[in-house]
């Protein structure tokens, strides 16, 4: 099983970036897909999940209107579309693959995650 998360990177207040994560080794249809992130001194935090069917998905409010999950199940990829970026989102993102309650990812419900991609935004 692996997930394999890529795009990371430094980019100043105010762009974007897309993260990719590329998943194999599971029945990647059968799983919600969630991203997290985890600052310096700092919980890891659920930022958006989207469901199996892609019909259900959630951000935190944080990243309301700036954050877009999507998934390609022909692909086993799950993509967040960052813009509007702010130095507030610095922090290491993980993908996940789990179940999906209450229209949420949680961490206790996550079977896999990939190792991170550093996600860097200057001021």
């Known amino acids: 099983v692996q997930l394999v998360e890529s795009g990371g990177g430094l980019v100043q207040a105010g762009g974007s970036l897309r993260l990719s994560c590329a998943a194999s080794g599971f029945t990647f249809e059968g799983y919600a897909i969630g991203w997290f992130r985890q600052a310096p001194g700092k919980e890891r935090e659920e930022v958006s999940c989207v469901s199996r069917s892609r019909a259900y998905s959630y951000y935190v409010d944080s990243v309301k209107g700036r954050f877009t999950i999507s998934r390609d199940n022909a692909k086993n990829t799950v993509y967040l579309q960052m813009h509007s970026l702010k130095p507030d989102d610095t922090a290491v993102y993980y993908c996940?693959?789990?179940?999906?309650?209450?229209?949420?990812?949680?961490?206790?419900?996550?079977?896999?995650w990939g190792k991170g991609a550093l996600v860097t935004v200057s001021s």
């Open positions: 996940a693959a789990g179940s999906m309650y209450g229209g949420r990812c949680r961490t206790g419900d996550m079977d896999y």
